[in-house]
């Protein structure tokens, strides 16, 4: 059974950078053909998918947040990890890691989701 777990910060000022971590178990992120996924969810709207990191490393952002996200990780912890810069109180979100098959495929298995809220 696959669990993938979110942690960070729930509080971010604006401007500065958002870090999220996802820590995955019973699978290895590098294992073929899965992608590791960022996905969020303003409050009142739907979700909306930022970018993934394949198992081999490449990643994929959303043509949207592109300018502003990174996603790398690390493969001796089996996390990978989310970087949103400049963050506004747009950002204010439900943030979750999810895994899924194939490149913007069906997602299996879901992180239960954290709150990350941006505030002075």
């Known amino acids: 059974q696959v669990q993938l777990q979110e942690s960070g910060p729930g509080l971010v000022k604006p401007s500065q950078t958002l870090s999220l971590t996802c820590t995955v178990s019973?699978?290895?992120?590098?294992?073929?053909?899965?992608?590791w996924n960022w996905i969020r969810q303003p409050p009142g709207k739907g979700l909306e998918w930022m970018g993934a990191i394949a198992y081999s490393g490449s990643t994929y952002y959303s043509p949207s947040l592109k300018s502003r996200t990174s996603i790398s990780r690390d493969t001796s912890k089996n996390q990978f990890t989310l970087q949103l810069r400049s963050v506004t109180p747009e950002d204010t979100a439900v943030y979750y890691c999810?895994?899924?098959?194939?490149?913007?495929?069906?997602?299996?298995?879901w992180g239960q989701g954290t709150q990350v809220t941006v505030s002075a």
């Open positions: 999810a895994r899924s098959r194939d490149y913007l495929g069906q997602y299996d298995y």
């Open positions: 019973g699978g290895s992120i590098t294992t073929n053909y899965y992608y």
